[in-house]
């Protein structure tokens, strides 16, 4: 079955940088799309960055950066300049179009997460 996982997370000081990671596996016959979210504590899940039309939530311009090499699999997310505002789980979404026998289907899909601390 398909899956996304993420990696890459973990404490950095404020100032710092993470790349985050994020590897699609499974019958992938094709990536629609390849975005990034977050949900820090008792705040809604949000879109961070979009990988399909190069849009980032107005908090993360000029210091995010989204990228996606689909010969891996993969989205990454350059984060720099981090500030504890940024703390949450971060999550990788993915809209995919899998192979399943003779037929394809598109469908939506979730990473697990990945923990992202910043301390000031």
């Known amino acids: 079955q398909v899956q996304l996982v993420e990696s890459g997370g973990g404490l950095v000081q404020a100032g710092g940088s993470l790349r985050l990671s994020c590897i699609a596996s499974?019958?992938?016959?094709?990536?629609?799309?390849m975005t990034w979210y977050r949900q820090a504590p008792g705040k809604q899940r949000e879109l961070v960055a979009d990988n399909t039309n190069g849009g980032s939530t107005d908090s993360v311009k000029g210091r995010f950066t989204i990228s996606r090499d689909d010969a891996k699999k993969t989205v990454y997310l350059q984060m720099n300049s981090l500030s504890p505002e940024d703390t949450a789980v971060y999550y990788c979404?993915?809209?995919?179009?899998?192979?399943?026998?003779?037929?394809?289907?598109?469908?939506?899909?979730w990473g697990q997460g990945t923990q992202v601390t910043v301390s000031s």
């Open positions: 979404n993915a809209e995919l179009v899998v192979r399943r026998e003779s037929s394809y289907y598109t469908a939506n899909f």
């Open positions: 499974g019958s992938i016959f094709k990536i629609n799309t």
